[in-house]
């Protein structure tokens, strides 16, 4: 069975600083894929970042980058220069293998709230 | 492109009636699965629909079913709703394949249930 774990219920950032949003995962297939979603209060879930399980390097888009750990079964979002839109939930998520088809499994989440 | 669609946005039953929620793809998005989330349980996985097919199904009960048309647009029925069943459901599409496929999600419908 496949689990993520995030410890920090909540997260207090200032504007324009960085913040490190925690995840672990258990699984025992070498074969994963690890998601970061964004659900702001609307209750839409939106895409971040991917890091695939043979992926050499950490991934990065814009202001998010994942710290992957494979050896500690961490991966880490790190978002730089925190704005006010930043304000959200933020779920770290996980697929494996090749026959778990469209399940992902989420962690409980993080809120975050970015201050002025 | 446009992007997930859901349909209705919010939704109030009441016990012992069924509800059907729709959801429309990504175009050219053939994958299509569906969540629940609530926030006792948090995200859990219902099932997955690829051409027509259901490929992958999550524990729940019987009463939740689901199936996907021609188009890739899918539909996700609940019937005997119970109050438990008040939850936000989310729809992802998807291309490629697994484990590398990333799930665009959409707006979800908004079920209470009274």
């Known amino acids: 069975a496949q689990k993520i774990t995030q410890t920090q219920p909540g997260m207090f950032v200032q504007e324009k600083e960085a913040v490190t949003l925690d995840c672990t995962y258990d699984?025992?297939?070498?074969?994963?894929?690890l998601f970061w979603y964004k659900q702001p209060s609307s209750g839409e879930m939106i895409f971040l970042i991917y890091q695939g399980s043979y992926d050499q390097q950490n991934a990065t888009e814009g202001r998010y980058s994942l710290n992957f750990q494979k050896a500690r079964k961490s991966a880490n979002l790190v978002i730089s220069a925190s704005q006010l839109g930043d304000s959200a939930m933020y779920f770290c998520a996980m697929r494996v293998g090749g026959t778990s088809y469209g399940k992902l499994t989420f962690g409980q989440g993080t809120i975050l709230t970015v201050h002025p | 492109k446009a992007g997930v669609t859901q349909t209705p946005r919010y939704l109030i039953k009441t016990r012992g009636q069924q509800v059907t929620l729709s959801c429309s793809p990504i175009s050219g998005h053939r994958s299509v699965s569906w969540y629940q989330q609530t926030p006792g349980q948090g995200l859990q996985f219902l099932f997955e629909y690829f051409s027509e097919t259901q490929r992958n199904k999550g524990n729940f009960p019987g009463r939740f079913s689901g199936r996907q048309f021609s188009n890739s647009r899918s539909e996700m029925n609940v019937s005997t709703l119970e109050l438990g069943d008040s939850a936000l459901y989310l729809c992802?599409?998807?291309?490629?394949?697994?484990?590398?496929?990333?799930?665009?999600f959409g707006p979800g419908t908004r079920l209470l249930v009274l």
């Open positions: 699984t025992s297939d070498p074969s994963y894929g």
């Open positions: 992802a599409s998807s291309a490629g394949p697994p484990p590398r496929e990333t799930q665009y």
